[in-house]
């Protein structure tokens, strides 16, 4: 039905209106028919309900209530509303506003509410003619925890023996809250002593319903503990409970067995008792249990208390087939086989007596369902769920019927019970099976709402939530099932279709009494639909509001049919509007929200109807011109649509660059290929028709390739020669059309060609860092083979193997250099240990050798340091020092030098002097120098032994033995002729040659003089001997000789000292030194490091071209070892093309080879030295050595060389014989004798010997000379046919006709000796082989076949192959190329083939001709073709400055562009673009830009943003704070403009530092050390600040003020007082003392206030002043404290205030203003029918009475007493003074209690205090009583009220019985049985009335003993009566004044 209202339909299928709902027993009447409903006001008053929050702040609106007083009052728009006012009880905390303009009331709350104390407020609101009442609830907070009530005094017992499941507590915890802020879960965890873990796992808390279930075992257990607590639902956050611990006492089973003895009677048998009939048990499972769970346990429903039982299943089926198992003791079933959803099972079980006999059993069966859990829930309608009843109901009467049915499952309660939990006060109960609620007959109180908690729960324990089902006792007004009604009717709703606007009072349906239309009528209806019950009146008001809705009855408009737009560029970017659509809906909402869409893909349109190009859009297509259709699209439902048209005409612009024909062209050129070759041809198609210009854009950066503008030729250039490097080039070529077609620029597109380069070996490694290799290079002696020294690298420009480098060294063959070389990497390593002390470098040549078949090698020398270890001692020259030093030698005298030599290297060899002391030190030893000198003098002749120590730099040290004569002044030493000798000698001085000789003389009477040669440890001293000394007798002196050749190269100097001693008693000596100096003679050969060079050279290398340098070491010195080299001749004469540097060594070509033609050269070299030769049989000649290399395939005979001699003398003396010496020890040469000529006698073999070094000895009978013959053995291999060249050339013009014509002719050779030439066989490979090209395999004629076209390809390259044997045997090959030749149709192109290309850079300063980039363009024609390639270059657009000057000029030449002047500024313009030409001699032209960025210098300094910054600062800031951030500018860029940022003044402490962040010019000031504010000159920082850039500076100043913090609490001076001797009766406001405190902060942190600790003061006796004075506030009382320690505290006013305290100490003066008074508080007694007199007993041990004075002990005792006459206690006591202090009482009457029953005696005490001071103090005596007299029975009667049936617990009064004793004991005890209402209490004899007892009357005796008397009974009558509410409400009360009973 269309426009219904749901709620109202649905209450007509219920059959009740849902409308109307009343109480049970009070429907609604209908009307009549056709009467219409009446609107008019009812009895009762309209109720408004609303709702609030708890603890809202006050103005919180209350939510739902708007009380619409317009209509109640039935005003129009703008009347006023008259007055209104809210009464009731808690209006007050309520404001109520009034909307004149809405006509409504609306209430805020004026304080905050508590729903605990007040859940909800009945107000009235009053007003004109009207009174509305308004029901306010207030909603529940979570503001209130969960609380579990008093632990019990007993914990709770639970059966050892319980079974599993079973509950064994409960947890009850309340939360005053309500809803989900008082539902509670309930949580446990173990305890923490002893064993929780376990007995939680034997106890489970039910998170919901608080149960404690047992799951485990319990049996041998004592006690369980377990912690839990309690947590709410609440929101936002859920609160819980304190933890409460839940202790429970395992009860112990008493089983009890009879032991049976055998023979023993057997016990009679006893009668079992069954129960009625088998117990039956229903066990619920959820599907999938698994197996072995427990599932339930059996209850002993009959042995449990005789001794226990046990179990036994009877199993009608096999055992283990059985889904369960049980075990015996407990009873517990196990599940053992999991059940199926529905699954069902039955098992029977005997459970039998434990002590019992066979037959004591009984039978119970339990049923086991597998279902799934299904939730049970509520069905009752409507909700909330309300009832009423009638308060005159009886009992049975039926209230509510409960519904509640499995979730999901209709019709499912069959199974369900009902169970009342709570409330109703007792008057309702449930029917469990139906649900219906009764009530129980107690009677309803009017008026009263009922409250019942009620839960539903099936058979398995399956509970559903608790529903409230609230009933009220009495009329009940009927329940609208909402509080508010919204119906939405769509317009065009036929009229009594459904319905507005008329109401069916039976059905509460509402239904239009016309159409409505929502564009032409109002859209909203708001009105009150009132239900009225026909007999009570009883009515309740809803609100409806009715919305007429839209319907999509409106179609969507254009405002044009057709849209158009003329001349649309193609070029328009996609995403251009174009033009608008309109299209209008007169629906409302989304009815009439329209959406646009196009039927075309190249078009979109936007939600607005904005039509946009969504493609590129192009004027080539059919009528230049777009049409399709615009769809504007409603949101409706269903849609509805409307079209138009959209023609869009297209104008023409050059919108599309051309396109190749490739993306990629690809294609391959020789590294060598000739200019001018062609390289591909490139062609592009404009599809806008326009013609096409070809560039280079990019990757020719070298300028190899031209390409031709028009046509697309790309060819290599023709000049200068083209240089190719590999492996390949990626050239971008750009296709620019020329804008015929018209557009806002020239179109171009890009395509790459890869020109693949085919390398040539043609480049030979080089060493680039050879130069710098022997400046660095060292290896530390000692060091273990393996040793890393040093790693090279060569480069080799070739490509492939052409270009891979494999490293080796060249050395003497037969000689290890003692390195090695990785030939990989290049590292060098040692291969023995070093030892610098013997040599002290090497000399290495290191090759480089590429891997290509005809490999090139590089060669580099490096000479290799051994680097020092401190490896040897320092050595004494000798090791024994003697002298003989005269007595009187003065202090300071130096005498001796003692000389010690390192072998090692600097500071390992710098030695220091010492000496090894004794005592007396009379020597010293200078560290340096090592002279020795006297220390202190020496008064006597003696012989003086000491040490002498020598220590190099490494702390190595070695001692020689010092001896010093000490002689008499008289002595007399032998006398030398001279102190020093200096020699100098040549190095081949021949043994026994005498050099010198000495002499000394003695003045003794014997002359003689006896000499010797002192033994050296060092070469220079003699060690090993190369000297000795001879004495000649004839003069007394010696002679030094030669005993040893001598070796300059070892030793140049010597260091000999010589001792002369004379002939005496005691024997004097002294001492002499000869130094000789040994000259180099030339007496060592030039040896070259490697005995062969192998190198290569290129082909075609130019005349001068380096080869090598060949190294040859020479160890002599001077010209002796200076060497020079020579190039020998030879037979081969190939000696001829090279030259030698005769100083360098290095070898350079004389001649330029062709490979083709000889590819192999050998010749010999010689080294000799500068001078003539002083080896033995050499004379006038320098040392010369020959080497040479010898096949070893040479016959015997074959003559190696000649060796040549030559004699000056003439005739038969210059008749010269050869002979060899030595090095011939396999006898495999010979010499002619005559000739020189050594020969071959043996045959040579490379694998036994590869080399030999002879020694050649050249005689002429007298004089002999020797050289050097060093032979070198080549490995010899048969060879492959070598090509004349190794690569031909030719060339050939395409497009010839007369075919086929031979183009080359190609020969080689076969090297190998004898080989047959003709047997060669030639053969032509690669591309073109055998089709365009051919070869003759007998001539090596090569022939074109073919027409070529150079365009397709312009160079032909082949293989072709030499084979000797007539093609069987070896191959040789070399490379063909055949280049095609072309005509010049290319103009220059600039190509740009990536970013970056034709950009110059220029600094802005740069003066004028500064060079800035050089624009090269390309030429495709061939270079060798004229000026076809001849490039000139000129601006065609240049940029002038303000006076029309040009910027830039250019190199005609090179295509440099420079600046014409010097005025460039970034700052100004940083970018210029400048169009340059090239023109190429046939005057084809081509043009570039290039793109000119001036780059920025430093020519402005920054500056800050500020001049003065200001900051402030806490001084209590942290380290590292920010302070303030800086911020400066720089008009320069880049590196130039990062700005650094520092302090340069006003900070003489470092207080501060300042953080840059350069490249954003910000700095950041922060603290580097804390600042004090209590310093004056920290208060305020005037910092000067500097931004500097790499140049430039500029200054700021920041002013820091630093803000005070409270970081000082007040302090005191001092921080003790003392006051002594303050009365105690001072009066209030005497000041005590004046306390000082100070606070070093500034302002409210250091103003302070004075306070005294209340702990130190508590009862407030003093105060103290904010000027420190502390006075007295409150009497003092020195009784009371004597001593006061008072504690100031000054508290400042900073945040957080900080505090300071200072301790008074106030000692009080007594003064006796405190009266004497007992000592204790005495109460004697004096017991009646005593005989008098008696002394009083005062307490339990004295019958004294004493004294005691609060005041000091000099106010105090001794004390006086005195007993004051009052009433007769003269009469009956008399007292007696000891005077000491004490007292004592007498008796003088006997006394009977029930006369006198107590005296109060005045005693006057006076103490001894100046003035004293008295007081009287009472004695109370009591007379102790006796039961001398009997008891009587007694009656009490008492009327008790109880309200509404509630009484609580009352105390009713004590049970009377009459007794003139009154210290009687008496017990209490009822009658008969203890009445069930009634508590007596035994001893005291209270009577109480318990809780709930009902009305009527009740009757009690009581039995009274006293002991001594006979017993009495008293009676009791007691009546209770109700009182209902409406007698409280009519009940008044009277209150008697006057004198109690």
């Known amino acids: ?503 069916e009072q039976k059905t509460g349906e509402l239904s239009l009494i016309h159409t409505v239309d929502y564009e032409n009528n109002h859209h909203l209806y708001h009105f009150l639909v009132k239900a009225v019950e026909a007999e009570s009146f009883l009515s309740s008001v809803t609100e409806v509001i009715v919305h007429i809705t839209d319907e999509n009855d409106c179609s969507p408009e254009f405002q044009q049919s057709i849209y158009s737009r003329e001349n649309i560029l193609e070029s328009i970017p996609v995403g251009t509007s174009l033009l608008q659509v309109l299209a209008t809906d007169c629906d409302s909402g989304s009815n009439s929200e329209v959406l646009y869409f196009v039927q075309n893909e190249d078009f979109s349109v936007t939600p607005t109807g904005a039509v946009s190009s969504s493609q590129r859009l192009n004027f080539e297509r059919e009528n230049h011109m777009y049409e399709f259709v615009v769809i504007a699209v409603d949101k409706g439902h269903p849609p509805r649509t409307g079209t138009a048209s959209v023609r869009i005409r297209m104008a023409n612009v050059n919108d599309e660059a051309p396109v190749f024909s490739q993306a990629i062209y690809r294609t391959f050129l020789s590294e060598d290929a000739d200019p001018g070759t062609l390289v591909a041809a490139l062609h592009a198609k404009d599809p806008d028709g326009d013609g096409v210009l070809y560039i280079i854009s990019g990757g020719n950066e070298e300028g190899n390739f031209e390409l031709e503008n028009h046509r697309g030729i790309l060819r290599l250039r023709r000049n200068p020669l083209p240089k190719l490097k590999g492996p390949q080039y990626v050239l971008n070529i750009s296709a620019i059309d020329d804008n015929s077609s018209g557009g806002p620029r020239s179109l171009s597109s890009f395509a790459e060609v890869v020109v693949g380069i ?129 007595e009187d030698t003065p202090v300071g005298a130096s005498f001796l030098r003692a000389v010690a030599h390192d072998d090692d290297q600097g500071v390992n060899a710098v030695i220091t002097y010492s000496l090894l002391q004794q005592e007396p030190e009379y020597f010293q030893i200078n560290p340096t120098t090592g002279w020795i000198y006297v220390n202190r003098l020496i008064s006597q002749t003696f012989q003086i032994n000491r040490y002498i120590i020598a220590t190099d730099g490494g702390n190595r040290s070695s001692s020689a033995e010092l001896t010093v004569t000490v002689t008499n002044v008289l002595n007399q030493l032998p006398q030398w002729e001279k102190n020093t000798y200096w020699v100098t000698i040549p190095e081949n001085t021949v043994r026994d040659t005498k050099i010198v000789t000495v002499k000394a003389t003695s003045s003794l009477s014997d002359p003689r003089i006896t000499y010797n040669l002192e033994e050296g440890q060092v070469p220079e001293t003699n060690m090993p001997v190369r000297f000795y000394l001879k004495p ?256 031909y050339h030719s060339s050939i013009l395409e497009e010839l006709t007369d075919l086929p014509v031979v183009v080359l002719r190609i020969s080689a050779i076969d090297p190998d000796q004898e080989a047959d030439q003709s047997a060669l066989r030639y053969s032509l490979h690669g591309q073109g082989a055998q089709s365009e090209f051919s070869i003759d395999e007998y001539t090596g004629e090569i022939s074109a076949n073919e027409k070529l076209d150079r365009e397709k390809q312009s160079v032909w390259r082949f293989l072709v192959l030499a084979t000797d044997e007539d093609g069987e045997g070896l191959t040789g090959f070399a490379d063909v190329i055949i280049e095609v030749s072309d005509v010049n149709d290319n103009p220059p192109l600039f190509l740009c083939i990536s970013d970056g290309c034709f950009v110059g850079q220029i600094p802005e300063d740069s003066p004028a001709d500064s060079a800035i980039m050089e624009m090269s363009a390309v030429d495709p024609d061939d270079p060798r073709a004229g000026k076809n390639a001849v490039l000139t270059y000129s601006i065609t657009q240049n940029i002038q400055n303000e006076i029309n000057l040009n910027l830039f000029s250019i190199s005609p030449v090179t295509g440099t562009i420079y600046t014409v002047l010097g005025s460039l500024d970034r700052e100004k313009e940083s970018k210029y673009l400048v169009v340059v030409e090239a023109k190429d001699g046939g005057g084809l032209t081509g043009t570039g830009t290039a793109t000119i960025l001036v780059t920025d210098i430093n020519d402005h300094a920054p500056a800050f943003t500020q001049k003065i910054y200001t900051a402030f600062v806490s001084e209590d800031a942290s380290l590292n704070s920010e302070i303030i951030e800086l911020s400066a500018v720089d008009r320069d860029e880049g590196e130039n403009s990062m700005v650094t940022f520092s302090i340069v003044g006003g900070d003489d402490d470092h207080k501060f530092f300042i953080e840059s962040d350069k490249a954003d010019k910000r700095g950041v000031i922060r603290l580097r050390k804390r600042v004090d504010f209590e310093k004056p000159h920290e208060r ?99 009784e009371a404290v004597a001593q006061y320690q008072l504690v100031v505290i000054a508290t400042d006013m900073g945040q957080p205030p900080l505090s300071g305290s200072s301790t008074v100490l106030v000692a009080l003066q007594d003064i006796n203003d405190n009266g004497p008074e007992f000592d204790a508080p005495y109460s004697p007694i004096v017991w009646e029918n005593t005989p008098s007199p008696q002394v009083v007993q005062i307490n339990e041990t004295s019958t004294l009475l004493y004294a005691k004075d609060r005041d000091s002990p000099s106010n105090g ?7 004051l006459s009052n009433f007769g206690s003269v009469t009956y006591f008399n007292l007696q003074d000891f005077n000491n202090g004490s007292a004592m009482l007498t008796a003088l009457y006997t006394f009977d209690r029930e006369e006198h029953k107590v005296f109060h005696l005045p005693i006057l005490i006076a103490d001894s205090g100046n003035p004293p001071m008295s007081s009287t103090n009472t004695l109370t005596v009591n007379i102790g009583d006796q039961n001398d007299h009997p008891h009587a029975a007694g009656s009490m009667e008492c009327l008790i009220f109880s309200f509404n049936g509630m009484l609580p617990t009352t105390v009713l009064g004590q049970i009377y019985a009459p007794d003139k004793d009154d210290w009687d004991h008496k017990t209490y005890r009822f009658e008969g049985k203890d009445p069930r209402y009634f508590v007596l209490s035994t001893n005291s004899g209270f009577l109480s009335i318990k809780k709930g007892t009902p009305p009527g009357t009740y009757n009690l005796r009581v039995k009274v003993t006293d002991g001594v008397w006979p017993d009495v009974t008293s009676t009791v009558k007691v009546v209770v009566k109700e009182i209902k509410e409406e007698m409280a409400r009519n009940a008044g009360s009277l209150q008697i004044k006057g004198k109690r009973c």
């Open 1580 to 1678: 305020v920082f005037n910092l000067t600040l500097k931004a500097e850039d790499l140049d430039f500076f500029s200054v700021a100043y920041c002013v820091i003020y630093v803000e005070d913090f409270n970081d000082h609490p007040p302090m005191f001076y001092p921080q003790f007082y003392e006051v002594a001797g303050l009365a105690e009766d001072v009066p209030v406001g005497t000041k005590v003392v004046q306390v000082i405190a100070v606070d070093l902060d500034s302002g409210l942190n250091g103003r302070f206030s004075y306070r005294l600790l209340s702990k130190s003061d508590p009862k407030s006796q003093f105060s103290v002043a904010n000027d420190g004075w502390v006075t007295v506030a409150g009497l003092l009382d020195y």
């Open 1757 to 1763: 005792a001794p004390f006086s007493f005195h007993l």
């Open 1032 to 1287: 000649n007798r004839a003069d007394m002196s010696a002679s030094l000789l030669v005993v040893e050749p001598l070796d300059f190269e070892t030793t140049k100097f010597f260091t000999l000292r010589i001792k002369a001693q004379n002939v005496a008693v005691i024997p004097l000596a002294s001492f002499t030194t000869v130094y000789v100096n040994v000259t180099d003679v030339n007496d060592n050969v030039p040896f070259f490091i490697s005995g062969t060079y192998e190198v290569s050279v290129p082909e075609g290398a130019v005349i001068g071209s380096s080869v090598v340098q060949v190294v040859a070491t020479d160890l002599d010195s001077g010209l002796h070892g200076e060497v020079h080299y020579v190039i020998l001749k030879d037979p081969s004469e190939d000696y001829q093309y090279f030259t030698i540097d005769p100083k360098t060594g290095v070898i350079s070509t004389q001649a330029s080879f062709d490979r083709e033609k000889r590819g192999s050269y050998l010749i010999e070299v010689q080294s000799c030295d500068s001078s003539d030769s002083a080896r033995p049989g050499i004379y006038g000649q320098p040392n010369t050595v020959y080497e040479i290399n010898v096949d070893e395939d040479k016959d015997v005979g074959y003559v190696v060389l000649t060796a040549t001699a030559n004699d000056k003398d003439e005739g038969s003396n210059a008749k010269l014989r050869y002979q060899i010496t030595s090095g011939n020890t396999r006898g495999d040469f010979d010499v002619e004798p005559e000739s020189g000529a050594i020969l071959i006698v043996q045959i040579l073999d490379y694998e036994e010997e590869q080399h030999y070094e002879l020694q050649l000895v050249a005689s002429d009978g007298k004089w002999e000379n020797h050289t050097l013959v060093i032979v070198n053995i080549i490995n010899k291999n048969d060879e492959a046919p070598v090509f004349a060249q190794n690569e």
């Open 758 to 886: 085919n390398d040539i070996n043609n480049n030979k490694p080089v060493f680039t860092e050879c130069a710098y290799y022997s400046d660095s290079t060292w290896v530390l002696e000692n060091q273990p083979p393996g040793t890393y020294v040093l790693q090279v690298e060569a480069f080799d420009a070739d490509l492939g193997l052409n270009g891979e480098v494999k490293y080796g060294l060249m050395h003497r063959d037969g000689v290890s250099p003692g390195f090695s070389i990785d030939s990989d990497s290049g590292v060098i390593t040692t291969t023995r240990r070093f030892d610098r002390e013997k040599q002290k470098e090497f000399a290495l040549s290191v090759t480089a050798t590429d891997q290509a078949q005809e490999p090139l090698i590089g060669v580099c020398q490096i000479t290799i340091s051994i680097a020092d270890m401190n490896d040897n001692d320092p050595k004494f020259e000798t090791s024994h020092y003697q002298y003989f030093l005269r």
């Open 1 to 503: 039905m269309r426009g219904s209202v749901p709620g109202l339909a649905l209450a007509r299928r219920r059959l009740l209106p849902l409308l109307l709902l009343a109480g049970v027993g009070a429907w609604a009447r209908p009307p009549s028919e056709g009467s219409r409903p009446r609107l008019q006001a009812a009895p009762r008053t309209l109720c408004f309900h609303g709702q609030v929050p708890e603890n809202s702040p006050p103005g919180t609106w209350v939510r739902g209530l708007r009380v619409p007083l317009a209509r109640l009052l039935l005003l129009g728009p703008g009347q006023p509303l008259g007055e209104w006012a809210l009464e009731g009880d808690g209006a007050s905390r309520f404001w109520l506003h009034l909307r004149p303009s809405k006509g409504a009331a609306l209430l805020r709350t004026a304080e905050r509410l508590d729903r605990e104390a007040r859940p909800g407020y009945t107000l009235s609101l009053r007003g004109p003619r009207r009174a509305v009442l308004l029901r306010l609830r207030v909603l529940d907070r979570n503001d209130h925890r969960p609380r579990f009530p008093p632990c019990p005094a007993v914990p709770l017992e639970v059966d050892e023996l319980a079974p599993l499941g079973s509950e064994v507590a409960r947890l009850r915890a309340s939360d005053p809250d309500e809803g989900a802020n008082a539902r509670l879960t309930y949580c446990a965890w173990p305890d923490g002593a002893g064993h929780g873990q376990q007995q939680q796992q034997r106890l489970f808390v039910v998170p919901r319903s608080g149960q404690v279930l047992a799951v485990g075992s319990l049996l041998g257990l004592r006690r369980l503990s377990l912690w839990v607590s309690a947590q709410d639902h609440g929101v936002p956050r859920p609160l819980r409970s304190p933890t409460r611990r839940l202790d429970l006492a395992v009860r112990r089973r008493q089983r009890r067995r009879e032991a049976r003895h055998e023979g023993a009677a057997p016990s009679p048998r006893r009668a079992r008792s069954l129960p009625p009939s088998s117990p039956l048990y229903k066990v619920r499972i959820p599907v999938g249990t698994p197996p072995g769970e427990p599932v339930f346990t059996v209850p002993d429903a009959l042995y449990q208390e005789a001794g226990g039982s046990w179990f036994e299943l009877v199993s009608p089926v096999p055992a283990g087939s059985f889904p369960v198992e049980l075990d015996r003791g407990s009873g517990r079933l196990y599940l053992s086989q999991p059940l199926e959803r529905g699954g069902r099972t039955e098992v029977k079980i005997k459970v039998h007596r434990v002590d019992g006999q066979d037959t004591d059993w009984y039978l119970c069966r339990v049923v086991i369902i597998a279902v799934e859990e299904e939730p049970i829930s509520w069905e009752m309608y409507p909700y909330p769920y309300l009832a009423r009843v009638d308060p005159e109901a009886r009992a049975g009467t039926l209230v509510y019927k409960l519904v509640a049915h499995y979730s999901g499952i209709e019709n499912s309660s069959a199974e369900i019970s009902y169970a009342l939990i709570a409330g109703g006060e007792e008057r309702f109960d449930v029917d469990t099976d139906t649900g219906v609620i009764l009530t129980t007959g107690l009677p309803l109180t009017p008026d009263q709402e009922y409250v019942v908690t009620v839960l539903a729960i099936d058979e398995y324990g399956s509970k559903s939530p608790y529903a409230f089902v609230s009933i009220l006792s009495g009329t009940r007004p009927p329940q609208f099932t909402n509080t508010s009604y919204s119906v939405f009717v769509p317009e065009n709703t036929p009229a009594g279709e459904i319905g507005l606007f008329n109401m």
